[in-house]
């Protein structure tokens, strides 16, 4: 191995330019600064090498258990290498491998690290390893010398613009693959609504809208990495619990917009409590407490609490949504090495494609006529004319023929959507408080989006400011989305981490322009009407995918821990079970027959607020204590918080995110030019130290 050219000036720049050419990189995050003698380092750097002890083995401090110090016998392969195997006699670590005299290094690569103890060195692999040939998320943040490089797992990073064709192919494509998370949510709160298809057109064309502008807003002026702004998983359970309280689900005039002007006043509130939980820089503070252990389980109940609505509603119409199911599935996982052109189309886009096979199908029944009954009108209201067996294929049409849907014969060509557009939105302190407190539970959730991404397409993870900004413009978009009335706030996809590492395009000028055609896309009332003329059954299948996608999304934050640790196992494990079970005691609670037979069977859950255990005298804390002690992310967070911020561990084995301090980041260029607000804005906030670099 060339050696390090002698001299005392060796920059991030000059050890970058070193370890490119001799193909070394080098970890050494885990070192105690007490490990190395500072003496001994000034001496290695000016005699030019330190050699290894060639008995040294190859260990990973990954592989050992937290509580037992055993190590792990998974033997990981780099280079032909295996953990255990000894180091040759010839190998040589030379001094860009070790930090300078009193100061902690805080590198990470897909090499090995260099241990410098007892008079003795040892390299060793690391957990950071990629495969560049897999589909997996970094795990930990690269070398300084990587910040002058492109990152090998990606093919356009965060500031990188694409040609053209590139630019317009990938802009695309980022929104088209997590097209079911953008668009299936009105889907389903609109018809429990009671709006008709018209309105769910109309509110597909809104999420478009407000999806596109908070993405550009984001970009620009948030935490600025390439994330989607949409209609949030996080919103759909309070908005339902909401939708079927008693206040709202009999009410038969009107009861849409009414409904909606109640979810339009609550998402404003609460988005005023995001503004000022970001911009004040409390977020900052709040992010001390906020660590994998915590975001993992929180994110994973939010994708395990439908799971009384997906199957349920797949049952309807059995042979129809299990092979929807089954279609993604195999795209998905069994097709997702085929390459056509150089890209993996069948990983990609598993969920459009896979919504479009199984829509010919269905169309193919409706047409041969598998569900068509003699004497039964699917047009016809399920009234007590209707015969009993005719009530049941009504329902069964309803949810399986592709015809169904009045919404391309209704939907204009041409609609725009417009603040307001439902009436003046109402406001009650109950409603709320509720989705303030569901905010918080999406701030975290984006916590968790910020620092997996940035670990993906960024020079470094971003610093406690610029997370408080991006929190706080999640509120401004998330106003925007109560002005112009979807339904949910509009908050960071989960889903984005997932299409970032399949796609390896981590551009922000891609998912710019991808933005640009969502707001074109809004104001043509008839992609809309397409949108919500799915069939129901088909809606209920690709969110069991959704959701279960979401649900792994959140497990994976936990690789940033100590994941053999039994500490950290049992605070997930017990939030997840008690996320599930705590829940299911208040929907459980006092339930009477009578009083939801007219609600389906998978909506009845969201009917607490009628029915829960909490009696008081005050009928508005008990419709506030039995929604929230309902949902199930809320008391996975509540549960992860408390035990990891009270049961004792090490930060290592806790994870705790390594935010980056904004006198580091003011240091390097790199990081500046990824999370600086642009146009000079950043001359107008330089008193607000708490929100940006």
Not at 45 to 54: H, I, Y
Not at 94 to 106: D, E
Not at 359 to 367: E, V
Not at 495 to 514: D, L, P, Q, W, Y
Request: overall charge neutral; proline content about 6%; aromatic content about 10%.
């Amino acid at each position: 191995m060339e050696p390090l050219p002698l001299g005392d000036g060796h920059g991030p720049r000059m050890q970058g330019s070193w370890a490119r050419r001799t193909g070394f990189k080098s970890n050494m995050m885990h070192e105690n600064p007490g490990t190395s003698n500072d003496t001994e380092i000034n001496n290695a750097a000016k005699s030019g090498t330190v050699t290894t002890n060639s008995s040294a083995p190859f260990e990973s401090p990954a592989s050992t258990d937290t509580e037992t110090g055993a190590v792990n016998p998974y033997m990981h392969r780099e280079n032909g290498q295996r953990r255990g195997q000894t180091v040759p006699d010839n190998v040589t670590v030379t001094p860009a491998l070790l930090p300078p005299p009193g100061k902690r290094a805080n590198f990470d690569s897909d090499t090995a690290r260099a241990v410098h103890s007892s008079g003795q060195s040892r390299v060793e692999p690391l957990k950071g390893y990629r495969d560049s040939e897999l589909d997996v998320m970094s795990q930990s943040q690269d070398a300084d010398d990587v910040l002058l490089a492109k990152q090998p797992h990606m093919k356009y990073e965060i500031r990188e613009t694409p040609g053209l064709f590139p630019l317009v192919l990938y802009g695309i494509q980022h929104y088209f693959s997590i097209i079911g998370s953008l668009v299936l949510i009105p889907l389903v709160i609109v018809p429990a609504m009671g709006g008709d298809d018209k309105n769910t057109a109309d509110v597909i064309s809104t999420v478009l809208l407000v999806s596109g502008i908070s993405t550009l807003l984001h970009s620009f002026f948030g935490s600025r990495l390439p994330l989607i702004q949409g209609s949030s998983f996080a919103y759909l359970a309070p908005a339902l619990a909401i939708i079927n309280s008693s206040d709202f689900a009999g009410i038969t005039d009107n009861r849409f917009t009414q409904t909606m002007r109640e979810l339009q006043g609550a998402i404003i509130i609460s988005s005023a409590f995001q503004v000022l939980l970001g911009y004040t820089g409390l977020m900052s503070i709040f992010l001390r407490f906020i660590n994998p252990v915590v975001v993992a389980p929180t994110v994973t109940a939010i994708g395990l609490s439908f799971f009384s609505y997906g199957f349920p509603v797949v049952g309807t119409c059995m042979e129809i949504g299990l092979p929807q199911i089954l279609v993604v599935v195999f795209l998905a996982l069994y097709l997702r090495k085929v390459s056509v052109f150089g890209h993996r189309v069948f990983q990609v886009y598993a969920v459009p494609l896979g919504l479009v096979i199984t829509w010919i199908y269905a169309f193919l029944l409706t047409m041969i006529g598998v569900y068509k009954y003699h004497g039964c009108d699917w047009n016809a209201p399920a009234s007590d004319t209707v015969s009993e067996s005719c009530r049941r294929h009504i329902y069964t049409m309803k949810h399986c023929r592709t015809d169904a849907s009045n919404a391309l014969k209704t939907a204009a060509w041409i609609r725009f959507p417009y603040p307001l557009q439902w009436g003046v939105p109402t406001f009650h302190w109950r409603t709320a408080i509720i989705m303030v407190v569901v905010s918080i539970v999406a701030s975290v959730d984006s916590v968790g989006s910020y620092h997996a991404t940035s670990l993906l397409v960024a020079a470094r993870a971003p610093t406690p400011g610029v997370v408080s900004r991006g929190i706080g413009l999640e509120g401004v978009t998330s106003a925007l989305a109560g002005l112009w009335g979807i339904g949910t706030g509009a908050t960071t996809l989960t889903e984005n981490v997932h299409t970032i590492a399949v796609t390896k395009m981590g551009s922000r000028r891609a998912v710019n322009f991808g933005a640009c055609v969502l707001i074109i896309l809004s104001v043509l009332g008839k992609v809309g009407a397409f949108i919500a003329s799915i069939p129901q059954v088909i809606v209920a299948a690709l969110l069991c995918i959704m959701w279960a996608m979401l649900a792994a999304l959140g497990l994976s934050n936990f690789r940033y821990s100590e994941t053999g640790s039994s500490r950290n196992v049992f605070i997930v494990g017990f939030s997840l079970f008690l996320s599930l079970s705590v829940p299911a005691y208040f929907q459980d609670y006092g339930v009477s027959p009578e009083a939801v037979a007219t609600v389906p069977s998978y909506l009845q859950p969201y009917t607490v607020a009628a029915h829960g255990p909490i009696h008081t005298s005050i009928e508005g804390l008990n419709f506030i204590l039995n929604t929230l002690l309902s949902l199930n992310m809320l008391i996975a967070f509540l549960v992860a918080l408390l035990l990891d911020n009270t049961v004792p561990g090490s930060q290592q084995e806790r994870g705790v995110y390594a935010w980056l301090q904004e006198k580091d980041a003011r240091n390097e260029p790199a990081v500046l030019k990824d999370y600086q607000l642009p146009f000079g804005i950043k001359r107008l906030f330089t008193w607000v130290k708490w929100v940006g670099l």
